[in-house]
């Protein structure tokens, strides 16, 4: 069975820092693209950060310069290092691994929970 599970979320004041973490099983890790996603309430879930097979990494404008994502393929694990925490960046932040090398493989985890408030 394939298993994504996200935690390190919380309770933040701005200014603060998260890493949060998506711990992976029942797929081939390194060959998978892994990205980050979030949806604040009320709102549509939207595309944070991705990290390619071999290291390559994108993250959306909004985030650019505050957000960092890293893999261990050792663990089966991707991050992402959120600092400077805005009140905006409240959602909830979701996991997700895609393996482009055909249809179907596209798996996402239930989510972890991040607020920013003081």
């Known amino acids: 069975q394939v298993q994504l599970v996200e935690s390190g979320g919380g309770l933040v004041q701005p200014g603060g820092s998260l890493r949060l973490s998506c711990t992976t099983s029942?797929?081939?890790?390194?060959?998978?693209?892994m990205n980050w996603f979030r949806q604040a309430p009320g709102k549509q879930r939207e595309w944070v950060a991705s990290?390619?097979?071999?290291?390559?990494?994108n993250f959306a404008d909004s985030v650019e310069g505050r957000f960092t994502i890293s893999r261990d393929n050792a663990k089966n694990t991707v991050y992402l290092q959120i600092n400077t925490l805005k009140p905006e960046d409240t959602a909830v932040y979701y996991c997700n691994a895609i393996w482009r090398g055909a249809p179907g493989y596209d798996f996402w985890g239930q989510g972890t929970q991040v607020t920013v408030s003081s």
């Open positions: 990290i390619d097979n071999v290291g390559n990494i």
């Open positions: 029942g797929i081939n890790f390194s060959l998978y693209t």
